[in-house]
């Protein structure tokens, strides 16, 4: 029997790596802030609470979303507006095409993790 197999919801069951960027307090509701991890710069958005963990360029030109504007779980890039939602990484709307990559994140007692 397996019952460590138990899934949590909203983790697939992958073999997903995740490391410390940051403390659990690093981010407060409504806020981002740009964590680097491995040479990539990592946005953790908290909307209402819940921390949302995406990659931080832009996929229009490269601007910094930490850069634009949360409502909700929509960030809107300074640069020309274009739109993710911080849950999945999607585009809303454009000039951006791409989505951005979308991380898991979790906190462990005071620690910050995000997917590698
Ligand atoms: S760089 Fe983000 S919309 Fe152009």
Request: neutral net charge; aromatic residues 4%.
């Amino acid at each position: 029997m397996n019952v460590e197999a138990g899934a949590e919801r909203d983790e697939p069951e992958t073999n997903v790596t995740l490391v410390r960027i940051g403390s659990s307090k690093d981010v407060a509701a409504g806020q981002m802030r740009v964590f680097e991890l491995e040479g990539t710069k990592v946005n953790v958005a908290n909307a209402a609470g819940k921390l949302y963990a995406f990659d931080d360029t832009c996929t229009h030109t490269g601007c910094s979303l930490a850069r634009g504007k949360l409502d909700g779980t929509t960030v809107t890039c300074a640069c020309h507006g274009s739109q993710f939602d911080v849950t999945s990484g999607a585009v809303l709307r454009g000039p951006a095409r791409r989505p951005v990559r979308s991380r898991s994140v979790k906190v462990e007692g005071e620690n910050l993790l995000a997917e590698a």
